[in-house]
C-alpha cells in the first residue's frame, strides 16, 4: 500500500490567490514526521515545512503552512499568495519513528503547481 | 557553505559499464541516503546509511552497492549499468538523533543516462 499519496499530478493557481496541495499518509507509528519539499525546474530539492504527530498546532513558514488531520491521515500544504517562482514540482514525505523504521523519508509521487500571472 | 555535494553531475554509460557516484556532505550529519527519481514515481530509496559504518537496503536496491567510506562520504556503485537504471540520482543526509525535525538535506543530483 501508498504510504504517501499525493492525488493531484497538476494543479494550476492564479498569481496572489492561495493553494492547497493534497497529502495523505498511512503509517501505524504513532510518532512520525511529514515534509513537504519543492523541486524547482532546476531540479533542487528544497525543505519547506515539518509537522511532527505530537505537534497539536499547524506548522507555518512564512507563506507555507500545513493544514494536519490527524483522525484522516493528512497533511495538506497551503501556500498563500501565491507568486510566479512557487511554480514547481512539490513532494510530501514521512518519516516513520518507529523502531524498524530507520531514519528514512518515505515520498509521494509530487504534484506540479503552475501559477499563472 | 557547500552543504551535500554530489558528483557527477551528468553522466552517460552504455549497458554493462560499472560507475560510482560520489557524495560528501561537510554538515557532520550521521546520516545518509541514495535516492532515485524517476517520472511519475516520486524519489524512491535504494540505500540509506544511519551511521558510519552501517548500510542498510532501501526500496530499490537491486543492482547497486554502497559504501560509507566515513562519516562525511557516501557512495553509490553501479557494477553492470543496465537502460532501467537511467534516472536522477541524489544524495541527501539528515542529522540522526535531534527528535522528529531532522530534515534531509539534498545534494543537486546527478542525471544518469544509460544507452
Known amino acids: 500500500a501508498q504510504k504517501i499519496t499525493q492525488t493531484q499530478p497538476g494543479m494550476f493557481v492564479q498569481e496572489k490567490e492561495a493553494v492547497t496541495l493534497d497529502c495523505t499518509y498511512d503509517?501505524?507509528?504513532?510518532?512520525?514526521?511529514l515534509f513537504w519539499y519543492k523541486q524547482p525546474s532546476s531540479g533542487e530539492m528544497i525543505f519547506l515545512i515539518y509537522q511532527g504527530s505530537y505537534d497539536e498546532q499547524n506548522a507555518t513558514e512564512g507563506r507555507y503552512s500545513l493544514n494536519f488531520q490527524k483522525a484522516r491521515k493528512s497533511a495538506n500544504l497551503v501556500i498563500s499568495a501565491s507568486q510566479l517562482g512557487d511554480s514547481a514540482m512539490y513532494f510530501c514525505a514521512m518519516r516513520e519513528e518507529g523502531k524498524s523504521s530507520g531514519d528514512k523519508l518515505t515520498f509521494g509521487t509530487g504534484t506540479r503547481l503552475a501559477v499563472r500571472p | 557553505n557547500a552543504g551535500v555535494t554530489q558528483t557527477p553531475k551528468f553522466q552517460v554509460l552504455k549497458t554493462g559499464q560499472s560507475m560510482t557516484l560520489q557524495c560528501a556532505q561537510d554538515m557532520n550529519h550521521n546520516s545518509m541516503y541514495w535516492y532515485r527519481q524517476d517520472p511519475g514515481m516520486g524519489l524512491r530509496l535504494i540505500y540509506y546509511?544511519?551511521?558510519?559504518?552501517?548500510?542498510d537496503k532501501g526500496e530499490v536496491p537491486n543492482g547497486y552497492n554502497v559504501s560509507r567510506l566515513n562519516k562525511r562520504e557516501f557512495s553509490l556503485r553501479l557494477e553492470s549499468a543496465a537502460p532501467s537504471q537511467t534516472s536522477v540520482y541524489f544524495c541527501?543526509?539528515?542529522?540522526?538523533?535531534?527528535?522528529?525535525?531532522?530534515?534531509?538535506?539534498f545534494g543537486n543530483g546527478t542525471r544518469l543516462t544509460v544507452t
Open positions: 503509517t501505524s507509528d504513532q510518532s512520525y514526521g
Open positions: 546509511s544511519a551511521s558510519e559504518g552501517t548500510t
Open positions: 541527501a543526509s539528515s542529522d540522526r538523533g535531534t527528535g522528529g525535525y531532522s530534515p534531509l538535506h
